[in-house]
């Protein structure tokens, strides 16, 4: 089993429509984060959390809101989702004692028509 | 403010070596991280350095100087499979900045 699991891997959904993308690990890693990856622009951060109370906006949280439901569970909501809301959507956890590296999950493709 | 830049893409020959280069100028430094991504996969971590100097990992290494804001990746023996983006992330307080990849074809 993979260590950062991201469900659903695709998914298409109507503008408007609200979504939720899950994010569960087996790391035992206290924190955890939700990027996105558009073609050309890389990685950005849109929330991070780095325990269950902690709750943080990045650079692109308008039209986001996160869920840490548990230390081992991070979910991400689309309220209403937008066609520019389409990309690919990785979940990301580190390990506060160790201080550096990701391990990433599979990711979570989502196109918005 | 965190700005990383490495070039668009680049192209080498199977066999032999490529230097990937990152410059970063960054408000708070807390270490200089290389990922490697295959195309549609997940980012995988492939070095971290936050000391000055050469790091070395079978055939990949990394190199950073902190006082001119600048690391870069080196890929000994190119193997088809290393066709891939290279993405370098710095930054403070543990929130890395990505930059935005070098994409990397290795051709026969």
């Known amino acids: 089993d993979a260590d950062v699991t991201q469900t659903p891997r695709n998914r298409i959904t109507k503008t408007g429509k609200r979504i939720m993308l899950e994010c569960s690990q087996t790391?035992?890693?206290?924190?955890m984060y939700w990027y996105r990856q558009d073609p050309g622009l890389g990685l950005r951060l849109i929330y991070y959390s780095f325990d269950v109370k902690d709750i943080n906006k990045g650079e692109i949280s308008d039209g986001y809101s996160v869920s840490r439901q548990a230390q081992a569970k991070f979910s991400l909501s689309l309220e209403s989702a937008i066609p520019n809301q389409t990309a690919l959507y990785f979940c990301?956890?580190?390990?506060?004692?160790?201080?550096?590296?990701?391990?990433f999950g599979s990711g979570t493709r989502l196109t918005v028509v | 403010g965190q700005n990383i830049d490495q070039p668009t893409e680049m192209t080498a020959t199977e066999g032999a070596i490529v230097q990937i280069n990152c410059t970063y100028q960054t408000s708070g430094f807390n270490g200089l991280f290389w990922y490697q991504q295959h195309a549609g996969e997940a980012p995988t971590f492939l070095s971290y350095?936050?000391?000055?100097g050469l790091e070395e990992k079978g055939r990949f290494s990394s190199f950073l100087s902190r006082s001119k804001g600048y690391s870069y990746l080196l890929l000994k023996e190119l193997q088809m499979k290393d066709s891939a983006s290279y993405l370098c992330?710095?930054?403070?307080?543990?929130?890395?900045?990505f930059g935005r990849g070098t994409s990397l074809i290795v051709h026969p």
């Open positions: 990301a956890t580190s390990d506060s004692r160790r201080g550096y590296g990701y391990t």
């Open positions: 992330a710095g930054g403070g307080s543990y929130i890395p900045t």
């Open positions: 790391k035992g890693h206290d924190r």
């Open positions: 350095n936050v000391l000055d």
